[in-house]
């Protein structure tokens, strides 16, 4: 079970591969293997953190305690105190989610601030990634923000295509979110008819964090980043239509 699941999260989340490119002509390509694989064990790492928090199968707990012993592994001193110190912080977010389940069971008004705080707070964990990153980048080259809302895109994207399995499982959704928001509270079991009730908002988001994106300065030396957030923006735009 266990190892059918490591292999779904490593089929899913692209992160690791975009970021060994990105940087790739940074690096040697010893440099760029070792990166990719602490990224992976990191990734893995949050998901079933993610998987735990969202089933309490202690399966996933134990599972990822030992992704996050193999990435610890291969990290010197000074990057595990400091990703020990900011875990705590992106853990928090587990907690986080679980008010906002609550807050769709109570079929509460979601308010535009109320769902960018979501979608900030759920891309949080690019810090963790960041810090990981700085082993091989000075942090002072990192544009982060774009990192971040680059994560924000591909965490909506994600929600899209999760939308009738989250909505089963009632795990928190942005679709769902914005229907709540315009005061729908009889959800659509589709996601293609939940998208034509919302799509406005959908590109509104995609518009912000494409803008967002961009507009960080250290951006500009890292043209796939830049392809990247803009493949995105144009797959999320089209989901939309």
Known sequence: MIRDIIKDIDRKCEFP??????????????????????????????C???????????????????????LFSR?????????????????SFFQYEKEVIAKIEQQHIFSDKDIKNYIKKRSSDSIYYEM??????????IPSN?????????????DLSDYENDLQDRH???LVMLLLSKKITKF??????????????????????????????????????????????QKLTKEAN
């Open 17 to 46: 591969k975009v970021i060994e490119k990105l940087f790739k002509n940074r690096l040697t390509n010893n440099q760029q293997e070792e990166l990719f694989w602490r990224l992976v064990h990191a990734t893995r790492y949050a």
């Open 48 to 70: 079933l953190l993610d998987y735990y928090h969202e089933t309490n199968n202690i399966l996933y707990l134990h599972e990822g305690q030992k992704q996050k012993e193999n």
């Open 75 to 91: 990290l010197p001193n000074k990057t595990r105190y400091n990703l020990e110190d900011i875990e705590n912080k992106i853990i």
């Open 132 to 141: 990981i990153i700085e082993d091989f980048i000075p942090d002072n080259d």
């Open 146 to 158: 774009a990192l971040r809302c680059q994560l924000a895109l591909y965490d909506v994207l994600k």
């Open 172 to 174: 928190p959704n942005i």
């Open 188 to 233: 659509p079991t589709s996601s293609l008819e939940t998208l034509c009730k919302v799509k406005t908002e959908i590109r509104q988001i995609a518009d912000s964090l494409k803008k967002e994106g961009l507009s960080e300065p250290k951006i500009r030396s890292y043209p796939l980043l830049i392809k990247d957030i803009e493949d995105k923006y």
